[in-house]
C-alpha cells in the first residue's frame, strides 16, 4: 500500500553536505517508525538513524554528531540531513517505513551518497 520516493542523493567532498528526502504515500496508513539505512560497496546494510513514532531517535554510533533525522508528519516525509561527511558513508542510502498495526516494511528505492575528494 506505501510507496516511498527518495531524493538529495550525490557526490560531495569529504566535510560536505548533503540532505536526503523520502516522501511516504498511502492509502490509510498509520506510520511506526521511519528510518535510513545504507549499504556501501562489500558490506552489510546497516541501520543509520531511525524515528519512532513518538519522537524517539537513535543513530548508529558512527554517525553521531554529524547526521541528523527528522519528519515533516503533515508530509509523511523522512530527512537526513548530513554534514561533516567522511569517504566511509559512501553508500547506497535507503529509506524505510516501518507500518502499524501489521509491523509491515516498506523501502524506498535507493539513493547513491559519493563522499570523496
Known amino acids: 500500500q506505501v510507496q516511498l520516493v527518495e531524493s538529495g542523493g550525490g557526490l560531495v567532498q569529504p566535510g560536505g553536505s548533503l540532505r536526503l528526502s523520502c516522501a511516504a504515500s498511502g492509502n490509510s496508513f498509520s506510520i511506526a517508525a521511519m528510518a535510513w539505512y545504507r549499504q556501501a560497496p562489500g558490506k552489510q546494510r546497516e541501520l543509520v538513524a531511525i524515528i519512532i513514532n513518538g519522537g524517539s531517535i537513535n543513530y548508529v554510533e558512527s554517525v553521531k554528531g554529524r547526521f541528523t533525522i527528522s519528519r515533516d508528519n503533515a508530509k509523511n516525509t523522512v530527512y537526513l540531513q548530513m554534514t561533516s561527511l567522511k569517504p566511509e558513508d559512501t553508500a547506497v542510502y535507503y529509506c524505510?517505513?516501518?507500518?502499524?498495526?501489521?509491523?509491515?516494511?516498506?523501502w524506498g528505492q535507493g539513493t547513491q551518497v559519493t563522499v570523496s575528494s
Open positions: 524505510g517505513v516501518t507500518i502499524m498495526p501489521t509491523g509491515a516494511q516498506y
